[in-house]
């Protein structure tokens, strides 16, 4: 199999800000079977205190996820970039069923494999119950549009 999954390292900038952006859209689609497709078959992960390994893990752990974090909204933005490792930081906002608001904020950590699929995803994150007058995060479900601000923006 040669499948490819650009752009693809060693990561320069902007294409780093690519694959960056490429994740953020993904995750917004709050389909596990789509964000599953960036990740090798043997991927392993840490999160929070969650270690799923391999593709089918990990979608079981993003169907999860997502039936717990409702009206999820996600930004991403590059932190640091070398060879084929990528450092993210992020931060999402989400209700619970109760109607409790949540940005939970993070760092990603990120090793690809020369064909551009992450084969390592070690995420750290802390959640921050809010109001929902201090949500940040306004747009209709799905991708973040070109022209809402991110995360440096918004002071975050």
């Not at 320069?12 to 596990?32: H, I």
Request: proline fraction near 7%; charged fraction near 30%; charge should be neutral.
């Amino acid at each position: 199999m040669n499948e490819q999954r650009p752009p693809l390292p060693p990561f320069t900038e902007a294409s780093a800000r690519q694959k960056v952006r490429g994740a953020e859209d993904a995750w917004n689609t709050r389909d596990p079977e789509v964000c599953a497709r960036v990740y090798t078959e043997d991927t392993r992960w840490r999160n929070r205190a969650e270690f799923p390994v391999g593709r089918e893990e990990v979608k079981a752990f993003l169907r999860r996820k997502w039936a717990r974090e409702l009206d999820y909204r996600l930004i991403k933005e590059l932190w640091a970039c070398t060879g084929p490792v990528i450092a993210v930081r992020f931060a999402y906002e989400w209700h619970d069923d109760a109607g409790q608001w949540y940005r939970s904020y993070g760092n990603e950590n990120w090793a690809f494999n020369e064909a551009g699929f992450m084969t390592h995803r070690h995420a750290s994150i802390n959640d921050l119950p809010i109001t929902e007058a201090q949500r940040l995060f306004f747009w209709p479900l799905g991708r973040r549009p070109d022209e809402h601000p991110g995360l440096s923006e918004l002071g975050l």
